[in-house]
C-alpha cells in the first residue's frame, strides 16, 4: 500500500470513529433529552401523555433521517478532501521518486516544483539542493577525466613518438633523447602522484601532525632554498618579511612547506623579473602567510577558478614548464585540514598575491624575530 493510500485510509478512519461517536451518543442520549423536554411541557399544563409515545417515535425517526443524510454528506465531503490532502501531500513525494530514477540515468537537470506546504516545500529545498550538489561533483567527474586525459595524452604522445622513431632508425640514439623520454616519464609520474595525494585529502585519509612551532627557520629555509637557485642576474628577488612578535602556529610544518613551495614555485614561474617576497602578518587568532609576486598577474575572469584541479593562467607556457595544473588544488585543501583558509589577489601586469592562514597557538611571540640588522624585511635574493 502506497502512502497515499495510507494517508487517505487514515483520514477515512479518523472520520469512521468520529461518525460512529455521533451517531452512538446521539442516539442513546437524543431521545432521553427529549423525554425531559415532554415532562417539562407537561409541568407547563399541557398534557402530552396520550401522543408521548407516537411523539418519541417520530424523533428517534426524523433524527435517523437526520444523521443519515448528514454522515452521508459529511462522509462524501470529507473523503473527497481526505483524498485531494493525501494527493497534496503525496505528489512532490513521487516527484522526487521520478527525480530520483533519472537522477540513477545520468539525468541531472530535473528539480522539484516549489509546494505551498511549509514542511514539504523544505523538504523540497533540500532535495534541489543536494540535486545541485550532485550535479557540481558530476561536472567536476567528467573535468577532472577531460583534464587528466589531456594532461596525459601530450607526454605519451611524445614518448610514443620517440620510441618508434628509436625503434626504425630514424632517431638515433643519445643522451639528450634519453633525458628527453626520462622528463616525460618524471612528469606523468609526478601528475600521478599529485592526483593521489589530492584524492586522499579529499577522503580524509592524509593525515595532519598539528603542533605549535615557530615559522621562522621554515620560512627562512625555504626562502634561501628558492634564492639560491635563482642566480641568474634577471632572476627575481626573494624576500622574507617577518615581525619580530610573531606568535607561534599550529599546523603540521611538513605540509605549511609542502604550501609554501607551491606557492613560491608558481611564483617564480610566472615572474620573470622583479620581486616575490613572502610576508606574515597577524589578524585576530589566525596568522597569514602571503606569497607576493611583481610578475604577469592573474585576469579577473580567471580569478574564481585558480584553485581548481588543472587550472593555468597560462596553459601552453605551464605544460612545457612542467607543472602539473594541481598545485593549487592541493595546496588548498592542505590549508582547510590545518584549520585555515586560502585567497588570491591579482590584476594583470601587476602580480599576484597568495596569502593562507593557520591557526595562532598565543597572542605573544618568544621575541626571537630579528631580520638583518634591525629590519623586517631582508633580501635574501
Known sequence: MGLRARLFLSHIIVMIVGLLTLLT????????????????????????????????????????????????????????????????????????????????????????????????????????????????????????????????RTPLTVLKGYLEGLADTTIEPSTDIYYRLSREVTRMQRLVNDLQ????????????????????????????????????ENSPQMFLDYPFDTPLVLADPERVEQILVNLIGNAIRYTPAGSITVQVRQEYAMLWIAVIDTGQGIANEELPHVFERFWRADRSRDRHSGGTGIGLAICRRLVELQGGVIEVASHLGEGSTFRFSLPIVWEKGLGIKGLGTGGRMRDEG
Open 25 to 152: 451518543i446521539g442516539k442513546i442520549s437524543s431521545p432521553r433529552f427529549f423525554v425531559v423536554y415532554l415532562k417539562q411541557i407537561e409541568v407547563g399544563g399541557v398534557s402530552v401523555k396520550q401522543v408521548r409515545a407516537q411523539l418519541i417515535q417520530s424523533f428517534e425517526d426524523a433524527w435517523s433521517q437526520g444523521a443519515f443524510w448528514s454522515v452521508a454528506i459529511g462522509a462524501s465531503a470529507a473523503g473527497a478532501l481526505s483524498y485531494l490532502v493525501s494527493k497534496r501531500i503525496v505528489q512532490p513525494l513521487i516527484q522526487m521518486e521520478e527525480i530520483t530514477k533519472k537522477f540513477a540515468s545520468g539525468q541531472l537537470e530535473e528539480r522539484v516544483p516549489a509546494t505551498e506546504i511549509p514542511e514539504v516545500d523544505q523538504l523540497a529545498s533540500s532535495f534541489n539542493r543536494m540535486a545541485d550538489s550532485l550535479a557540481d561533483v558530476e561536472q567536476r567527474r567528467r573535468e577532472l577525466v577531460s583534464d587528466l586525459t589531456h594532461e596525459l
Open 197 to 232: 595525494e589530492l584524492s586522499k585529502m579529499e577522503a580524509g585519509y592524509l593525515p595532519i601532525d598539528a603542533h605549535p612551532f615557530d615559522l621562522y627557520p621554515l620560512l627562512s629555509s625555504v626562502v634561501q632554498k628558492f634564492s639560491d637557485q635563482l642566480l641568474a
